[in-house]
């Protein structure tokens, strides 16, 4: 797994300590296209474009979310994470 931090640098310790979620995150990143969607009917306030722009990276949504939202990292990472757990 450390290995894994190493060449995506975007995976934080929190990814480390749930596996599982890693594993999830890795597959909405694969398969960006379909869960754009989902993501947009989550955080309406994201444009087609920021969704462009995130790609399936978790550290680019959570700071597309902060900019429209205004939220603290800490709320828009729980939040993620609920929205994880659902899908």
Same mark, same amino acid.
Request: aromatic share 10%.
């Given at each position: 797994?450390? #290995? #894994? &931090?190493?060449? !995506?640098? /975007?995976?934080? #310790?929190?990814?480390?300590?749930? *596996? *599982?979620?890693?594993?999830?995150?890795?597959?909405?990143? =694969?398969? /960006?296209?379909?869960?754009?969607?989902?993501?947009? !009917? !989550? /955080? =309406?306030? &994201?444009?087609?474009?920021?969704?462009?722009?995130?790609?399936?990276?978790?550290?680019?949504? $959570?700071?597309?979310?902060?900019?429209?939202?205004?939220?603290? !990292? %800490? $709320?828009? *990472?729980? %939040?993620?994470?609920? /929205?994880?757990?659902?899908?």
């Amino acid at each position: 797994m450390v #290995a #894994a &931090l190493i060449q !995506q640098p /975007w995976r934080t #310790a929190r990814f480390v300590i749930n *596996e *599982e979620t890693v594993m999830n995150w890795d597959r909405i990143e =694969g398969n /960006w296209e379909q869960f754009k969607g989902k993501v947009q !009917q !989550q /955080w =309406g306030k &994201l444009t087609d474009d920021d969704l462009d722009l995130i790609k399936g990276k978790r550290t680019e949504l $959570a700071g597309k979310i902060q900019e429209r939202y205004g939220k603290q !990292q %800490d $709320a828009v *990472e729980s %939040d993620i994470d609920n /929205w994880l757990s659902r899908h």
